[in-house]
């Protein structure tokens, strides 16, 4: 057990809590019907912020080159933003 | 190397990467840059994906609403736990191979057990779905829950084959060499994106 | 050495090191000669698609009249567009001769891998030529009913879009390869290595184009054909540049074999107790 709190002391610890609790939040914020392109729009920001979390700790990006930042960030902006757009637009 | 006040400096998972100094910490790309090619191309085609699911929901978007009734989110919010820890196991496990740590290969076999524990989930659902007469030719939106899942699910296939891998690697207890190391890092890379998608999937079609 | 390789003539009564250069330097012509098959293939390839008026592709869920109409409006540039894959496939098999002759040069690759890679290379031809021969069987003549046109516009796409497998397994055999260089610099990029993996991955939608005639998922869908082969072009840029680079690295080590004794150039020779291998 020390070491199961050991690493939720930890940054990457913190993160996973963080996600867990974005999951729960966008689940509920999801559910059901007639949320609508708003709530839609919200759930897929979310995500998207969810993945550049684990990106940025999970998978070490935030010490990574610049450029690798970059791509990351330009990928969750620019797919979710479209993603976004889309669900708003069509 | 101890912080100002006597307090032990933090080591193993709740240390950071390796720094150079005090204040800046030395940019270092996990494994080779080949993996980040492999990943970011996998999440660009992803993307496509994602794209053309909401291109055409909205031009039937009673059928889609229709088969996102029949899901089931309790699913995909457990398996998006599962993965969430199965990458936090993997990431601590990257960590502390760095300082040589026992814990390794037990932390890479809960991940796998997680993607296990996904994949017997997703076969549930797929029988539950199969039962009721839905297959990926029923209409559009199950065309694209079976199609997307299953591809996803192909690319979590591979990350536990390579996890096994890993395991057996870091088992032997001896020090990497640094081919070795680059494979652990690359195979924890894929999983993170493995993980990473499922994040984008799951309320795609579940919940938006 | 540079003095004979304008191509002049080799005086027999030059010396036999002299000769030995003048041979190796017409190897290396073919070699890099079939390396450019790769550049070749693709863009014939690619040009037979526009010639037969398939760019964009016709549809999976296009009517019989539409389709021999496509036929008979193209006839010309349909036989032209078969005659392409079939000499597209040609220039494919010297490609691949080229990619095993340099995966050769990598020590300790054991022959299985460059058996792999060859077998593979030659079995992907045949996803050239045959769909190439359903093109000109198809046009052959278009007074047919269009039912009977249609039916083979199908084996044509079919066969066209849906054997990504021979690749799957060539491209993993050369990127296993490129990976157990252990060298520093390697002979190939070791990011090439993972675009090859990656690469028929991308192909493996494919497999869903049986199940649907329309969407994504068809023939002519974003997933099946356009990615692809937009992959496939990236790729064959990709493993030609770098095997031109890899060419160039052993035309620039010369006839090194004669050293041991060993001609690298010879039949068999599969890179172990070669140049920087072990004994």
Same mark, same amino acid.
């Given at each position: 057990?020390?070491? $199961?709190?050991?690493?939720?002391?930890?940054?990457?610890?913190?993160?996973?809590?963080?996600?867990?609790? %974005?999951?729960?939040? =966008? %689940?509920?914020?999801?559910?059901?019907?007639?949320?609508? $392109?708003?709530?839609?729009?919200?759930?897929?920001?979310?995500?998207?912020?969810?993945?550049?979390?684990?990106?940025?700790?999970?998978?070490?990006?935030?010490?990574?080159?610049?450029?690798?930042?970059?791509?990351?960030?330009?990928?969750?902006?620019?797919?979710?933003?479209?993603?976004?757009?889309?669900?708003?637009?069509? | 190397?101890?912080?100002?006040?006597?307090?032990?400096?933090?080591?193993?998972?709740?240390?950071?990467?390796?720094?150079?100094?005090?204040?800046?910490?030395?940019?270092?790309?996990? &494994?080779?840059?080949?993996?980040?090619?492999?990943?970011?191309?996998?999440?660009?085609?992803?993307?496509?994906?994602?794209?053309?699911?909401?291109?055409?929901?909205?031009?039937?978007?009673?059928? +889609?609403?229709?088969?996102?009734?029949?899901?089931?989110?309790?699913?995909?919010?457990?398996?998006?736990?599962?993965?969430?820890?199965?990458?936090?196991?993997?990431?601590?496990?990257?960590?502390?191979?760095?300082?040589? =740590?026992?814990?390794?290969?037990?932390?890479?076999?809960?991940?796998?057990?997680?993607?296990?524990?996904?994949?017997?989930?997703?076969?549930?659902?797929?029988?539950?779905?199969?039962?009721? *007469?839905?297959?990926?030719?029923?209409?559009?939106?199950?065309?694209?829950?079976? @199609?997307?899942?299953?591809?996803?699910?192909?690319?979590?296939?591979?990350?536990?084959?390579?996890?096994?891998?890993?395991?057996?690697?870091?088992?032997?207890? =001896?020090?990497?060499?640094?081919?070795?190391?680059?494979?652990?890092?690359?195979?924890?890379?894929?999983?993170?994106?493995?993980?990473?998608?499922?994040?984008?999937?799951?309320?795609?079609?579940?919940?938006? | 050495?540079?003095?004979?390789?304008?191509?002049?003539?080799?005086?027999?009564?030059?010396?036999?090191?002299?000769?030995?250069?003048?041979?190796?330097?017409?190897?290396?012509?073919?070699?890099?000669?079939?390396?450019?098959?790769?550049?070749?293939?693709?863009?014939?390839?690619?040009?037979?698609?526009?010639? $037969?008026? +398939?760019?964009?592709?016709?549809?999976?869920?296009?009517?019989?009249?539409?389709?021999?109409?496509?036929?008979?409006?193209?006839?010309?540039?349909?036989?032209?567009? *078969?005659?392409?894959?079939?000499?597209?496939?040609?220039?494919?098999?010297?490609?691949?001769?080229?990619?095993?002759?340099?995966?050769?040069?990598?020590?300790?690759?054991?022959?299985?891998?460059?058996?792999?890679?060859?077998? =593979?290379?030659?079995?992907?031809?045949?996803?050239?030529?045959?769909?190439?021969?359903?093109?000109?069987?198809?046009?052959?003549?278009?007074?047919?009913?269009?039912?009977?046109?249609?039916?083979?516009?199908?084996?044509?796409?079919?066969?066209?879009?849906?054997?990504?497998?021979?690749?799957?397994?060539?491209?993993?055999?050369?990127?296993?390869?490129?990976?157990?260089?252990?060298?520093?610099?390697?002979?190939?990029?070791?990011?090439? &290595?993972?675009?090859?993996?990656?690469?028929?991955?991308?192909? $493996?939608?494919?497999?869903?184009?049986?199940?649907?005639?329309?969407?994504?998922? %068809?023939?002519?869908?974003?997933?099946? @054909?356009?990615?692809?082969?937009? @992959?496939?072009?990236?790729?064959?840029?990709?493993?030609?540049?770098?095997?031109?680079? &890899?060419?160039?690295?052993?035309?620039?080590?010369?006839?090194?074999?004669?050293?041991? *004794?060993?001609?690298?150039?010879?039949?068999?020779?599969?890179?172990?107790?070669?140049?920087?291998?072990?004994?």
């Amino acid at each position: 057990m020390t070491l $199961a709190l050991q690493i939720l002391r930890s940054p990457l610890g913190a993160a996973w809590l963080v996600l867990v609790l %974005a999951t729960v939040v =966008s %689940a509920i914020v999801g559910w059901g019907q007639g949320g609508g $392109a708003a709530a839609g729009s919200a759930v897929l920001g979310i995500s998207f912020l969810k993945a550049y979390l684990v990106a940025d700790q999970f998978m070490e990006v935030r010490t990574a080159p610049t450029w690798l930042r970059w791509a990351f960030g330009g990928y969750c902006a620019g797919v979710g933003g479209t993603l976004i757009g889309l669900l708003l637009l069509l | 190397m101890s912080a100002p006040g006597g307090v032990p400096a933090p080591s193993g998972i709740a240390a950071g990467p390796p720094t150079a100094g005090r204040d800046r910490p030395t940019r270092r790309l996990p &494994a080779e840059l080949g993996a980040w090619l492999f990943v970011l191309a996998d999440l660009t085609v992803f993307a496509f994906l994602f794209g053309a699911y909401l291109v055409d929901r909205s031009g039937q978007e009673a059928v +889609f609403r229709a088969g996102q009734d029949r899901l089931l989110p309790v699913f995909g919010v457990v398996n998006t736990l599962l993965l969430l820890t199965s990458s936090l196991a993997v990431a601590t496990a990257v960590r502390l191979l760095r300082r040589g =740590s026992p814990a390794v290969p037990r932390l890479l076999g809960l991940a796998v057990a997680c993607g296990l524990a996904f994949s017997v989930l997703k076969i549930a659902e797929y029988g539950d779905k199969l039962s009721h *007469g839905l297959d990926p030719q029923t209409d559009a939106f199950f065309m694209y829950y079976f @199609v997307l899942t299953g591809v996803h699910w192909f690319h979590l296939a591979c990350g536990l084959l390579m996890l096994t891998g890993m395991i057996a690697v870091t088992r032997r207890g =001896s020090p990497l060499s640094p081919h070795e190391r680059i494979y652990v890092e690359a195979g924890a890379t894929f999983w993170h994106m493995v993980d990473l998608l499922w994040i984008v999937l799951f309320p795609l079609l579940y919940l938006v | 050495m540079s003095s004979v390789a304008d191509g002049q003539d080799v005086v027999r009564s030059a010396s036999p090191a002299v000769a030995r250069s003048s041979q190796f330097l017409w190897m290396m012509r073919f070699q890099r000669a079939c390396a450019w098959g790769g550049a070749a293939s693709i863009t014939i390839f690619i040009g037979g698609f526009a010639l $037969a008026g +398939f760019i964009p592709p016709v549809g999976a869920n296009d009517s019989a009249a539409e389709i021999a109409r496509h036929y008979r409006d193209h006839q010309v540039g349909i036989q032209l567009g *078969g005659l392409c894959f079939i000499v597209a496939g040609m220039f494919y098999a010297a490609f691949t001769g080229a990619i095993s002759a340099q995966m050769s040069r990598i020590p300790g690759v054991h022959r299985s891998v460059h058996y792999v890679q060859l077998a =593979s290379g030659a079995f992907g031809c045949l996803t050239y030529l045959v769909p190439g021969l359903f093109l000109e069987i198809a046009a052959f003549r278009v007074d047919r009913p269009d039912e009977t046109i249609r039916m083979l516009n199908d084996m044509f796409w079919i066969l066209a879009v849906m054997p990504w497998t021979p690749f799957l397994t060539q491209n993993w055999a050369f990127a296993f390869a490129i990976l157990a260089d252990r060298r520093s610099p390697s002979l190939f990029p070791r990011w090439l &290595a993972y675009f090859n993996v990656w690469a028929p991955i991308s192909f $493996a939608p494919s497999v869903l184009l049986p199940f649907f005639h329309a969407g994504p998922f %068809a023939w002519q869908g974003i997933f099946v @054909v356009w990615i692809p082969a937009i @992959v496939f072009i990236l790729q064959f840029a990709a493993n030609v540049t770098c095997l031109l680079r &890899a060419i160039a690295d052993e035309e620039a080590e010369g006839p090194q074999g004669e050293r041991d *004794g060993a001609d690298p150039c010879r039949p068999g020779a599969t890179g172990l107790g070669a140049v920087g291998g072990v004994r």
